[in-house]
């Protein structure tokens, strides 16, 4: 069984940029290949994204952003579109590590290349161990925090990042972090919370983020950048910290406290009613707005009628059908949908009943409204649901209508 | 020879293609504006430069949203043979912008194919290069100062998305060309003509591999070639200094189900745009 062209209702992501030129294609009453339908995208503020060549590099307000990463590990940037919640980040001065307080007497020397193209960065030498430079990070609530930093290899073997509370106990490692530098291998050494993955950046420059478990709000909440760990001395280059109250990191922001608007991104369909419909998705979580369940793609205008896919919460993963008389989930628990990695997840609504598969493993199927007049497929949402923006990166965020018996159909509209 | 095809007919900086494209440049010769660069247009006295010598020039489109592009051209009549150019793209007006090109422009036409480190000049005199995919609101040809008494000149930009194609089945023909001019045949059969143009015309039968490839062939070759748009058409990549710049010919275009495949097919015609007069 395959599929047509005209099956296609809409085609958003970073491989919407490779195969159209675009980021989004939506299928309605033809112009022989021309124009397509504008989606809306709004976001109020300037955004950062990682360049193909590695490099972070601004979106002026109202441009969506395509970040490159490399969430498979085969070595290849793909285009992502980053599509992410309002974020505050809580370090004041994120680039000037001369304004941060220092522990013992490290030397800080400006004017360093950075992992944006410019000569912002710093290098930090200690000349003694356990040297090293401190801020304070002003969170809002208890709970698990989120910090991020950018690092590149100096003469250290090992560097650490600690996030410090002052005041417990007269002093807690909440949690504190090593990156090896021969292996890129990133540890805890004490404290608990979830190491991210290092992201490779240009130039020789890696994003290290972590969360910090059980942070107190109201002490002194102190992120400690050491330039060499294991009772050792040497360098390593520091550029661009952040803390939010979040779990999950988000993409960087800088040079000052700031606010990043949400980036929100809707795309018009075609009416109609349809006895077959599919969601696929290949991409991953970069951020959340706090709570579990994050949207990943919803079709639907309304809370009354609507598809979409969700992930990162309990259950793992879920389907939803919410038709006129009953809502229906398909979960899968099995799947490690852990932020920053990439999954593929087919959402089926055939006629009545629902499949949700992991690429192309079924976790779950079950009955459901079968789709009627009060259905419209008027809207598609990309990362956002009921109002709430969720952080999420989409290499396919992808519609299908009719003829979807076979999920290995979808295998030929992928790279 | 790989036998591979390539077509390029988008155009980022053609507001025909794309309405809401503002094309500006750093400065431009009054009759020389910056659009002249998307025009379509080969002539030799169609083309935009800047007004300074000897300092860097730049010509951009801004977009009204992302867009990607692999694929650069500079048709020919332009004067950058031997020099450097940048393909800069950035999505905040070149407040930061990623350098997706800079090469030295060959000097002179030689064998090669359009994903050579410094492109391929073809037979006529127009630069092409395949690059890796890129994404961007806004694209800017940048050109470095040239040297005392020198500024740019471009004809033709042709920047976007190009498509490779399986194959064109075979046979075909990659350097048929059909004579145009006045011809007279006198009483004793003599031939008479006026200044005569050899341009390349046939007919390409392309086969889709799947029903997918239709989504795109439909774009680019029904929605922009279709529609009389110039695009460079490449019969290999690995021979790509015979490329050559066609207009869809008269006659029907359209890609459908026939006996013998099982996916589309279609005819692909078309005759060479404004070919060069001797």
Known sequence: MTIAPADLLAYVGGAALERYGRLWRVTRPADRGGEEGA?????ATVGVYIDRDGVLRNAASGVPRVTWLDLDGDGVRE?????????????????????WGVIGTPSRTSGQADPRGGTGAYLLEADAVDEGVIHSADFTGDGEKVVSLRLRAGTAAVSRVQVWDATAGGGTDRHSVSV?????????????????VLKPLGGGWYRLAFSVAGVVAD??????????????????????????????????QGPSLATRNADLISLPLGV????????????????????????????GTNSANRLGLRAGGSPQVAGYLQGATSTVTVTGNAQAFAPETVQELILQYDAGVLRLYDRTTLLDTDTCDVLTGGWSEQQLHVGHADGVEHGVAAHHAVMLASGLHDVVAFREWLP | MSGKPLIAVENLFSVTQFPNVVVLANEAASGNEAFRVATGRRSALNFWTSTTTNQPAWVKAAGDQVRAADFLALDRG????????????????????????????????????VDDALGVRTEEGAWLKRFALRAGKQWRLYVPAMGTGLKPQVVGLYLGCSLALEYFDRPFQDDQDELVGATVESDAGWLGRSRSIQRRAHELEVKLPSFAAYDQVRYHLQGHFGKGRPMWLLHDLDQADRAVLVVRAPGTLGF???????????????????AQAA
């Open chain 1, 39 to 43: 989606p809306a995208f709004t976001r």
């Open chain 1, 79 to 99: 285009p992502y579109l980053l599509s992410e919640p309002t974020r505050t980040q809580l370090i004041t001065s994120p680039e000037d590590f001369s304004a």
């Open chain 1, 180 to 196: 090896t530098w021969a292996t890129l291998a990133v540890a805890t050494i004490a404290g608990t919370g979830t190491n991210y």
């Open chain 1, 219 to 252: 002490n002194d909440n102190q992120l400690r950048i050491f330039a060499a760990g294991g009772g050792a001395t040497g360098t390593v280059y520091i550029y661009g910290a952040n803390a939010w109250d979040a779990s999950v990191p988000s993409s960087y």
């Open chain 1, 272 to 299: 109609g009613t349809r006895a077959r419909l599919s969601l696929y998705w290949r991409g991953a979580i970069t951020g959340s707005n706090g709570t579990d369940d994050r949207w990943l793609v919803q079709v």
């Open chain 2, 78 to 113: 332009h004067n950058l043979a031997g020099f450097a150019i940048e393909l800069h793209v950035s999505n905040d007006d070149f407040t930061t912008y990623e350098t997706a090109l800079a090469v030295t422009l060959p000097a002179a036409t030689a064998p090669g194919a």
């Open chain 2, 256 to 274: 459908g189900f026939t006996p013998g495949w099982g996916w589309r097919r279609g005819k692909l015609g078309y005759v060479e745009h404004e």
